[in-house]
């Protein structure tokens, strides 16, 4: 991949994931949380993400996080076609599923293990292939 489309695939996915965390209505510094930036990265630098001026950092986690945080999205679109309020909604809901505990306190408490949690919850094609199960059936 040359450096210019790989600095344009990094500007997509920094917009999308700050778009995504904005509509959650998420201050600087919970958004530095949930995408575990490297220290070096403060929260004043999320407006500079979000004007286009910079991208994230190409660090593993960080990209790791973001394409959780972006399946998170496309399943909650699925989940809600014609109810675009509820993407923002459901995230801060308490959910039964997760024992009233909300699918952002989840995220926050349990780092990348809650965003597995959630992502699991929303999309089962990526719950199944979690657990195995596509490996179980492919060798039938």
Same mark, same amino acid.
């Given at each position: ?46 407006? #500079?993400?979000?004007?286009?001026? *910079?991208?994230?950092? @190409?660090?593993?986690?960080?990209? !790791?996080?973001? /394409?959780?945080?972006? +399946?998170? #999205?496309?399943?909650?679109?699925? *989940?809600?076609?014609? @109810?675009?309020?509820?993407?923002? !909604?459901?995230? /801060?809901?308490?959910? +039964? ?44």
């Amino acid at each position: 991949m040359s450096d210019d489309t790989q600095q344009q695939a990094m500007a997509d996915i920094t917009w999308a994931v700050m778009h995504l965390l904005d509509k959650w209505q998420l201050d600087n510094s919970t958004m530095q949380q949930i995408l575990a930036m490297p220290e070096t990265v403060k929260p004043r630098n999320f407006a #500079a993400f979000r004007n286009g001026k *910079a991208v994230f950092p @190409n660090h593993p986690e960080v990209l !790791r996080r973001s /394409h959780y945080l972006l +399946r998170i #999205a496309d399943a909650l679109r699925t *989940a809600y076609p014609m @109810n675009p309020k509820m993407i923002a !909604r459901w995230i /801060h809901q308490g959910q +039964r599923r997760f024992g009233g505990r909300t699918p952002i306190s989840m995220i926050l408490t349990d780092g990348e293990a809650g965003l597995v949690s959630v992502l699991s919850e929303l999309d089962c094609s990526f719950a199944w292939d979690c657990s195995g199960s596509k490996a179980v059936s492919a060798a039938k």
